[in-house]
Nanobody, 116 residues
Framework: QVQLVESGGGLVQPGGSLTLSCAAS????????MGWYRQAPGKQREAVAT???????NYRDSVKGRFTISRDNAKNTLYLQMNSLKPEDTGIYYC??????????WGQGTQVTVSS
């Protein structure tokens, strides 16, 4: 059973920065895709950023130029660097990993609140 544990969320003022981490319980070399999703109160969960095994990345339009997704396979950790945060970035951020031939796994989420 793959386990994903997010950390790094918190309260930050508009314009501030946060870095989220997602620690995986097994080698990330087995994951074909990893990504960050978020869910705001009363809204559906949405994809924020994705990184593929080959290193390609994809971002939703609203975070392009502000967020950066990266992975450190040696540490089995996925990151999301978030800069120039806006109130509309508020939500619970989830890590997701797709394991080839098996399926996908979710972390428990970490709360990000952008407010003055």
């Amino acid at each position: 059973q793959v386990q994903l544990v997010e950390s790094g969320g918190g309260l930050v003022q508009p314009g501030g920065s946060l870095t989220l981490s997602c620690a995986a319980s097994e080698t990330m070399n087995n994951f074909v895709t990893m990504g960050w999703y978020r869910q705001a109160p009363g809204k559906q969960r949405e994809a924020v950023a994705t990184i593929y095994s080959g290193g390609n990345t994809n971002y939703r339009d609203s975070v392009k130029g502000r967020f950066t997704i990266s992975r450190d396979n040696a540490k089995n950790t996925l990151y999301l660097q978030m800069n120039s945060l806006k109130p509309e970035d508020t939500g619970i951020y989830y890590c997701r990993a797709i394991l080839a031939g098996v399926g996908f796994y979710w972390g428990q989420g970490t709360q990000v609140t952008v407010s003055s």
